[in-house]
């Protein structure tokens, strides 16, 4: 179920509630706390569809915090988002994070220190819904999406080439989600091919599976990697289209304001 589902159900059900509340009089003290969960649920759903896909509505930073704005407006979804993480993370038994090769480590989302592996790593983040709450001292870039979706190719490659730059830095590499089962692992995959570990993403899925095996990448998240391998090419075939003035990563770069260690990014090689 993707979360336009997991969250616009919910969200018709708390307004049936609320329906059902707006006649009693006793009870319309309850009214509009539940009109406001299930129109952010019916806001997220929406957003999230894969017809639109706008990760960025809850306006995250590239620095992981919210706005105060949008932890007010979005507590309903942000705060059910963190609880359901933190109990879904008590209840399980796999590890929080898991080394797929040499200082390149794929995980959960991290709200304690121990959660984050030794060695001062430059972590990624692949959420939109969640906070950067420890850490906070480590390199560190968010390339948002929503759960059960995909980064989109220009993300993925500017986190892979800021990742080179941070592992040439000496750095270990975190690349997380909410349970690091599939964005993360999407954007890992490519990194294990710009890394020459694996010869395309399909390999490195498969390396990722034998260390950690509840990982599945879904069709949008397969799709965005395949577009990714095709922008692979054209770099390497045109090694300066990175600042062309219509480049869509160029202006990915602009828009979310990366910092300038992002250039210069090392070459990948060919998959």
């Avoid at 329906?19 to 997220?44: C, D, E, K, Q, Y």
């Avoid at 759903?45 to 960025?56: E, K, Y």
């Avoid at 034998?210 to 075939?237: D, F, M, T, Y």
């Amino acid at each position: 179920m993707g979360i336009s589902l997991a969250v616009g159900i919910p969200a018709a059900l708390i307004l049936a509630a609320g329906a059902a509340l707006n006649g009693s009089i006793r009870h319309r003290i309850f009214l509009l706390p539940l009109l406001h969960t299930s129109l952010i649920g019916f806001t997220v759903a929406l957003f999230s569809h894969p017809g639109i896909n706008n990760p960025r509505i809850l306006a995250k930073s590239l620095h992981g915090s919210f706005p105060l704005w949008s932890s007010l407006l979005f507590y309903p979804y942000l705060a059910g988002t963190r609880l359901y993480v933190r109990f879904r993370r008590r209840a399980g038994l796999e590890a929080t994070y898991t080394e797929i090769c040499d200082g390149l480590f794929v995980g959960a989302w991290p709200f304690q220190r121990d959660h984050i592996p030794p060695g001062n790593p430059a972590v990624v983040d692949c959420t939109n819904e969640l906070p950067r709450t420890v850490g906070l001292e480590l390199p560190y870039v968010c390339i948002p999406a929503w759960d059960t979706r995909s980064p989109s190719p220009e993300a993925i490659e500017l986190a892979v080439r800021w990742a080179l730059v941070k592992r040439s830095q000496n750095h270990p590499i975190l690349i997380h989600c909410a349970k690091g089962h599939g964005r993360s692992v999407a954007v890992t995959c490519a990194l294990l091919v710009a890394l020459g570990v694996v010869g395309d993403w399909k390999e490195g899925e498969s390396l990722i599976k034998r260390h950690r095996p509840r990982i599945r990448l879904n069709a949008a998240q397969r799709k965005s990697l395949q577009e990714w391998r095709g922008i692979i090419l054209e770099l390497v075939q045109q090694p300066l289209l990175l600042d062309a003035p219509g480049s869509p990563a160029l202006q990915e770069i602009k828009r979310m304001k990366l910092e300038s260690s992002l250039m210069p990014f090392p070459r990948l090689k060919r998959t």
